[in-house]
């Protein structure tokens, strides 16, 4: 969700986001941090009062903030006034609103109506491009048009009344409960990963990781997934995480002798594994809460061990890669005194411990916990890395964050705007169930054949979706059909999540490949086969959750999670080496072979 500066010298290459940018700026995002952490304090806002003011706040940084040229800056200003206006409408109205049930009674409210759904389409647009805004119209015409297509793919059709009036004045489509985790919870967080990215906390990450990990042999490699993992578990975007982490760890990987398309792939799956790592995976685990049911302390319990799976294959895919390669350990002279990382490191332990202790101990909701981390994390804004008290320093922090977090919830608030108008379309026509029975027949109902054509759907989805929209999409009409041929609930959206995460290393689009290609210099399929073949994780593992299914069980039954664990590490270790490690052919394809029996027959 956030960009964080690794270093000193990082974030000055960055430079003070609020330093760069118009006061008005600065306020507009200390307005939608204001607006956002009140609602966790006030607490009882009708949605269609909430859930509005969200998407006006977040218009004018998708529609004006990042306009590129001088049509796209008139028009978003013209169409920020008119969506204000429309959400404005909305909100004030929405006493008499929710009594009208969806259904659209005045031609005023038709054409605001339309005029949101179009503005929906525009933002998303606008904020990451043309397919998940093409996915919305495609089923918008599904919507309109799917009366005339005869069998059973049609449906009987929807008055246009109550169509667009569900989708815009009722608790559904772009007001539904996706974007209430939008408002609620993933806004929240957000403004947590800005806080911690405007002081000293990547700093921390990356002096920490380095210590650790920094005189091993592929040191480098190992501080980036270490560093990568921390830091992604807040960020929860591969993107941001490569343009962060990566600013530090490639150059150093390449002065130190390591081959470049080997560098690159190291961050670049490094990174990725960001949104599956707890404690807080990005946006993905509260949308996974409100879809699931199921509460944020047991997903993130369910999804620690096979996050740590997931790094733990790629040390030993560095390690495999170091029979190949002198991946020689950091100097000493690179890696920081014991007091450095003492000192650094409370940037973000500090709101760490508060948000954990508040959840586990304190029994708070993860959004009271992390709005209270939000405020020990802007009291540090007042500290540099030398523990120096300064007013200056945090007037510029700050502005630093409320930009940040401004922008971060504008993205993802369009983004999950338009997905709910998907979302919409797919319970108001039953395209869900019907996709769902396609999966069914199709895969014979047989589980493993739903497996590979979910994971084939999430691959080819994600590709130019983010993964958030990719697995909202793909979980809700792929998810009933996992469960109904017997996978319990949680798995399957994990598995669902996971694979949408593939097209972050895997070609022919892999974004977090391109930004890491681009950093050292090298050709982006190159380093896309370093990054698959580091990140076989992420193919076998979420496999090997529905074959030993005990191991998202951590909180019920540690014992049988732990032992699955151990069995999938050992399994994972032999294919990562077999596929990697410069050794004879016999014995790799022995690896390889044993590894997978290990994992799956065993």
Known sequence: MSTFSSSPAAGKAVGSIGSRVHPAWVLLGGITVVFHLGLIFYGLTP???????????????????????PFERWSGWLLTGLGIAACGYIAFNEEALSQQYGFIDTHLQMI????LIGLALEAARRAIGWPLPLVAVTALLYAVFG???????????LPMQSFVGTLTIAEGGLWGSLTGVSVGVVAIFVIFGAVLNAGEAGQGFMNMASAFAGRLTGGAAKVSVISSALMGSISGSASANVASTGAITIPTMVRLGYPRALAGGVEAVASSGGQIMPPLMGAGAFVMVELTGTPYTQIMAAAMLPAILYFATVWVGINAYATRHDLSPMAESDRPSGKEVMITSLFFAVPFVILLERIFLGGYTPQYAASLA???????????VTLSFSLRGFASRMADAMVTAGRQVAIIGAIIICASLVIGVLSMTGLGVKITSGILSLSNEMLWPALLLTALACLVLGM????????????????????????????????????ALLSTITPPVCGGVFIAAGMVGENWLKVAMKAMALGIGLYIIPLAMVANPDIIRLAFDPFAAVFDAVKIAIGLGGISYGVIARRPLWLRVLLVVAGALVIFAV
């Open 47 to 69: 949605a269609l009062v909430s859930r509005p003011i969200h998407m006006a706040l977040a218009l004018p940084w998708v529609l004006i903030f990042a306009a590129r040229t």
């Open 112 to 115: 605001i109506g339309v005029f």
């Open 147 to 157: 009366a005339h297509i005869p069998g059973q793919f049609g449906h009987p059709g």
């Open 374 to 384: 939000i405020f020990a994390g802007m009291l540090l804004l007042f500290f540099d």
């Open 464 to 499: 130019e979706v983010p993964t958030t929209a990719a697995y909202v999409i793909c979980v809700s009409v792929a998810g009933p059909a996992l469960i109904a041929l017997g996978l319990e609930p949680l798995l399957a959206h994990l598995f669902v999540f996971w694979f």
